[in-house]
C-alpha cells in the first residue's frame, strides 16, 4: 500500500508539472499572436531517434514515445500517435489536458490540418519551428489552411525560453569508420553521389540526415542514443564538399582524413549561411528531409533549387561486397550471442529465479558484449511478458516491470550495433504452459513471416505488394496488426533505415526493393490485457533467376536463432512453410553451433529439431 501511495503522488506531480508546461506554452503563444503551436517528434535532421536536446515534444506533453505530435491551441491540446504507442499514450497522457488521436485508424482518424480547420477561426496564425518541419509538411499545410486563409508562421524555438533545463548539444567526438568495413572510400562515394545528381540535373546537394552524412563520409559519432552518427549537416558542390559540425567535436585526425578525402569542415552554425551565399549552383533539396529554414536560406533568384529524392536515400541502402561478407559474420556473433542468453533465460525461470523484463534486458546486453567488434544496443530492448507484450514498443520501467513466470510468452525485440554490421530481432520466447489463443496468434504471425520470406518477385516491386503475403494468414482469421511490415536497416548505422514495408495503407511513397539491400520481416498480433507476439527476422534481397519476362529477386534470412516451435499448431501451416522453417533451422545449427560449448551445442540441437 505505501509502494502504490508514492507511485500515485509522484504521477500527479508529473501531470500538474505537463500542464504548467503547456500554460506556460500558451501565455508565449498570446504574445507571438498564434492560435496554436504545432510540435513534432523531430530535430533539425528529420532524425526518428533524436538527441535529448531535441526531445520538445516529449517534454511538453510526458509522452515517451519515439513518434507523435503534439498540436497545444488556447482552449485545447492533443497528441497524434500511431499503433504501437496507443497503449502507452493512454497511460502517459492521462490528467494532461491532452487528448489522444489515433493516427492511421481510418473509422475515427482525424488528421491535424483537419482538426485544426474546426478548431480554429477564419484567418487564424497557426506557429510551427521551421527548422523541424520539413517543406513537404509545410507545402501540405499551407495547401490546407488555405481552406480558410490560416497563416503558417516559422517561429524561434519556443523551448529555448520556456526549457529552462533544457539538455544541450552533444559534445561526441567524430570517428573515422575504417574502410575494411565499407569496401568504399568516401571520395569514391562522393564521386558516385556527384553522377547521381549530374542524372538529376543538380550539381550540389544539402544533406540534412544524420545516417546519409556518415555512410557517404564513412564516419560515425556517439550523438545520437543507439544510432553511431554526428550532429552535422554537409553540403557536396561539384568540386567538393564541406563537413557542418562543432569544431570540439571533429578532432585534428578526423579533420585530415577528411581534407585526403575532398571534405573541408566548418562550424556547425554555419550550414544555413553557407547556404545563403551560393550562386549559380542547381542545389538538389530533398522536400521530405529537408527543412523549411534551409529551403528558405537559398537565393532563388542566383541558384534554381532541384526539388527530388536525394542519392543517398537508396545508395547507402545497397551494400558492398566487403560490407556484405561482414553482415553475414555479424549475423553469427548475434547468433551466438542470443542462443547462448535464451538457454540461460528458459533455465533460469524453470529454476524458479527471479527474472523481471529490465533484469533480463542487463543479461542479454552482457551476453552480446561478449562478443567481437559489439558497439552496443541497436535500440532500446523492448521485453514484454503476458500483456506488458500487447504495447508493440512496450518500455519497461521501474513501475511496469514485471517478474517472468513459468507460463505463457514473452515478446523480446533487440538488436545490436557491431561495426561490421547492426542487427534488429524479434523472438516470442515460450516460458510455460499457453492458452489456445496464444498458440493460434503465435502460428498465425510465424505463417506471416515465412510467406513473406518465401516470396520471389520481379525487380522494380515495392514493399507495399508484397505487405499482403505477411498478413494473409492473419486476414484469414478476421485478424490484423497496425504498424509497418518491416523497415531498411543500416550497416554500423540507424537500425531504422528507409521503410521499405508499410503497412496496409498505401499513402505512402513507393520504393522498390532493391539487389543487395536489407530489410526486416516482422508481422505481429496483440491482445489488449493479454498477450503479444512478434517474429521478426532480417532479410537480404538476392537475385533469383532471369527468364523471358525480366528478372526476379528472392529474400535471404540473415538473422540466425532459433524460432520456438512449441506454440505452433501444425495442422494450420503448409507443406511449404514446415519445410522453411525446417531448413531454417538446420541451417542456423549448422551456422551457429561451432562457436558454442558442449551443453549449449546440444540445447541448440533440440531448438532445431525439425517439426
Known sequence: MPCFRKKRGFFQFWRIMIKERIAQLRDWMKRKNLAAFIIPSADPHMGEYIAPLWKSREWISGFTGSAGTVVVTQERGGLWTDSRYFIQAERQLKGSGLDLYRSFQHETMVEIPAWLLEELPEGSRVGIDGQIFTQAEVNCLKQTFAKKNFELVSCPDPMAELWKDRPSLPMGKAEIYDVKYTGERASARLARLRKELAKLGADSLFVTPLDEIAWVLNVRGTDVAYNPVLISYLLVEPQGATLFVHPEKCPQAVADYLQG??????????????????????????????????????????????????????????????????????????????????????????????????????????????????????????????????????????????????????????????????????????????????????????????????????????????????????????????????????????????????????????????????????????????????????????????TEFGEFYRFETLTLCPIDTEPIIRSMMTSREIAWLNEYHARVYQKLSPYLSDEERDWLRDRCQPI
Not at 547468433?335 to 547462448?340: E, I, Y
Not at 558484449?369 to 519497461?396: C, K, V, W
Not at 514493399?463 to 494468414?473: C, N
Not at 518491416?486 to 521499405?500: C, I, K, P, R, S
Request: glycine share 10%; proline share 4%.
Open 261 to 546: 578525402e575532398g571534405v573541408g569542415v566548418a562550424p556547425y552554425g554555419e550550414a544555413f549561411e553557407a547556404l545563403s551565399r551560393l550562386e549559380g549552383r542547381r542545389i538538389l533539396l530533398q522536400p521530405s528531409k529537408t527543412s523549411m529554414a534551409a529551403f528558405a536560406s537559398v537565393d532563388v533568384d542566383k541558384n534554381e533549387i532541384v526539388a527530388e529524392c536525394s542519392p543517398l536515400s537508396w545508395m547507402k541502402a545497397v551494400r558492398t561486397p566487403v560490407e556484405l561478407e561482414g553482415l553475414h559474420r555479424c549475423m553469427i556473433r548475434d547468433g551466438v550471442a542470443l542462443v547462448k542468453f535464451q538457454k540461460w533465460l528458459i533455465e533460469a525461470v524453470q529454476r524458479g529465479e527471479r527474472v523481471t523484463e529490465m533484469s533480463l534486458d542487463r543479461k542479454l546486453y552482457e551476453f552480446r558484449s561478449q562478443q567481437d567488434l559489439f558497439r552496443g544496443e541497436s535500440f532500446g530492448t523492448i521485453a514484454g511478458y503476458g500483456a506488458n507484450a500487447a504495447s508493440p514498443h512496450y518500455s519497461a520501467t521501474p513501475e511496469t516491470d514485471t517478474q517472468l513466470e513459468a507460463r505463457g510468452y514473452l515478446l523480446l525485440d533487440s538488436g545490436g550495433q557491431y561495426l561490421d554490421g547492426t542487427t534488429d530481432i524479434t523472438r516470442t520466447i515460450v516460458l510455460g504452459p499457453m492458452t489456445e489463443d496464444e498458440k493460434i496468434d503465435y502460428t498465425c504471425v510465424l505463417r506471416g513471416n515465412i510467406d513473406l520470406a518465401s516470396v520471389k518477385f520481379p525487380k522494380g516491386t515495392c514493399g507495399t505488394q508484397l505487405d499482403a503475403f505477411a498478413r494473409a494468414p492473419m486476414w484469414e482469421r478476421g485478424m490484423q496488426y497496425l504498424h509497418g511490415t518491416g523497415h531498411g536497416v543500416g550497416q554500423y548505422l540507424n537500425v531504422h533505415e528507409a521503410t521499405d514495408l508499410y503497412q496496409f495503407r498505401m499513402d505512402s511513397m513507393p520504393f522498390p526493393l532493391m539487389l543487395d539491400s536489407t530489410i526486416t520481416d516482422e508481422p505481429a498480433l496483440y491482445k489488449a490485457g493479454s498477450h503479444g507476439c512478434r517474429t521478426e527476422n532480417m532479410l537480404l534481397v538476392c537475385r533469383d533467376q532471369t
